[in-house]
């Protein structure tokens, strides 16, 4: 493992982990950010569009050339199946990804990674996991606002993932992000960063 900290960073949907993810990055951690990049290899030209075509058919892909994210969306919520063949597309090349990211950082190296407890293969290449909480209806409300998902849509993807003593017994640390200010959570992550980082 890289003498550089490597810590990932997760939580459930709506839990504030980009808010979180900033301070880091503000005291001098390189981001890499798997939805980012799930993102990029999803788009017209992406590397995951000719695997993802040759698993789904050409329905899974919109008129630009991009992954079509509420189809997919619909499909593995529908079939367990399905969203295992999506999984085992997405997370060699995410994995990639994130790899050839981290190798450029000089410091340390923050992974927000959203299903980091479920995907069950990311302990061994982390130093330390920061799991990001807030209250249920909290992450509902947040991700109703800045998605426009109508709840019942929100509500899937929440039971979809970790539950929170699932992601409590991943973490090395914990921040619960509700109703404080920005300079509260930057004190906490002060704290950790000189825990984690200023240790080392």
Known sequence: MPAAPRIGLTGGIGSGKSTVAALWVQRGATLVDTDAI???ITLPGGAAIAPLTRAFGPA?????GAMDRQAMREKVFRDPEAKRQLESILHPLIGEACEAQARQATGPVLFDIPLLVESG??????HRILVVEAEAQTQIQRVMARSGWPRETVEQVVAQQATRAARRGAA?????????SLATLDGEVA???ARWVGAR
């Open 191 to 193: 704290l950790l960063w």
């Open 121 to 126: 293969r990311w302990r061994p290449r982390l």
């Open 60 to 64: 899974v892909v919109d008129a630009t």
């Open 172 to 180: 090395d640390g914990i921040i619960h992000n509700e109703g404080k």
């Open 38 to 40: 799930a993102r990029r």
